[in-house]
């Protein structure tokens, strides 16, 4: 290939380019400049060392969420260990208060039992069990318990009611309500007269 024909081949491939305003124009050259390069260099370091820094933070967060979380389930722990103390303590309070009230109970059974013991084989058909069995009747359960049950039959009854009769049912309410519709009406049936003369 002649000097000739290798110009006329391959001459527009490399010949200098001229913008539309005359001036010559050199290839760019791939890649980044020295600035880029330098600019990429800075925010890649930026964004690695403030990711870390997040993650650093992040991680200090959740362990003192996590021990805040284990702080507060140990001091749920203390409180229902303190309940069922509490529990125990009136639990152990009412066992005896019951005993105590059961042996009194049984005094009062034996001190029947004795009074009527004289009247085995003075009566007819009086044994030694049917006075046992009559007297355990007569103090079936301690005089504490029955007025108990008594008091919150009471109470129920007067929570039922609604507090000592200081509410309206609702048949009373229904009353006063069609009450004041039939006023409204008579009112507005009124004053349409009034303004239709």
């Given at each position: 290939?002649?000097?000739?024909?290798?110009?006329?081949?391959?001459?527009?491939?490399f010949?200098?380019?001229?913008?539309?305003?005359?001036?010559?124009?050199?290839p760019?050259?791939?890649?980044?400049?020295?600035?880029?390069?330098?600019?990429?260099?800075?925010?890649?370091?930026v964004?690695?060392?403030g990711g870390?820094?997040?993650?650093?933070?992040?991680?200090?967060?959740?362990?003192?969420n996590g021990?805040?979380?284990?702080?507060?389930?140990?001091?749920?722990?203390?409180?229902?260990?303190?309940?069922?103390?509490?529990?125990?303590?009136?639990?152990?309070?009412?066992?005896k208060?019951?005993?105590?009230?059961?042996a009194?109970?049984?005094?009062?059974?034996?001190?029947?039992?004795?009074?009527?013991?004289?009247?085995?084989?003075?009566?007819?058909?009086?044994k030694?069990?049917?006075?046992?069995s009559?007297c355990?009747?007569?103090?079936?359960?301690?005089?504490?318990?029955?007025?108990g049950?008594?008091?919150?039959?009471?109470?129920?009854?007067?929570g039922a009611?609604g507090?000592?009769?200081?509410s309206?049912?609702?048949?009373?309410?229904?009353?006063?309500t069609?009450?004041?519709?039939?006023?409204i009406?008579?009112?507005?049936?009124?004053?349409?007269?009034?303004?239709?003369?």
């Open positions: 290939m002649s000097p000739e024909e290798f110009h006329n081949e391959f001459a527009p491939e010949a200098t380019e001229t913008s539309a305003y005359g001036n010559t124009v050199y760019v050259k791939p890649g980044l400049t020295r600035r880029g390069k330098v600019a990429l260099a800075v925010g890649v370091t964004i690695a060392s870390m820094l997040t993650w650093q933070h992040y991680a200090a967060q959740a362990q003192e021990l805040k979380s284990q702080e507060l389930a140990l001091k749920q722990q203390e409180l229902r260990i303190q309940e069922l103390k509490e529990i125990n303590k009136a639990t152990a309070a009412q066992s208060e019951q005993e105590a009230e059961e009194d109970r049984k005094k009062f059974v034996d001190a029947c039992v004795q009074a009527d013991k004289s009247l085995i084989g003075k009566q007819m058909g009086v030694y069990s049917s006075v046992v009559d355990q009747a007569q103090y079936q359960g301690g005089g504490s318990s029955a007025a049950t008594d008091m919150a039959s009471v109470g129920s009854a007067e009611g507090g000592g009769g200081s309206i049912n609702s048949t009373g309410l229904l009353a006063i069609a009450g004041g519709g039939m006023l009406a008579v009112a507005a049936r009124r004053t349409k007269k009034v303004n239709a003369k």
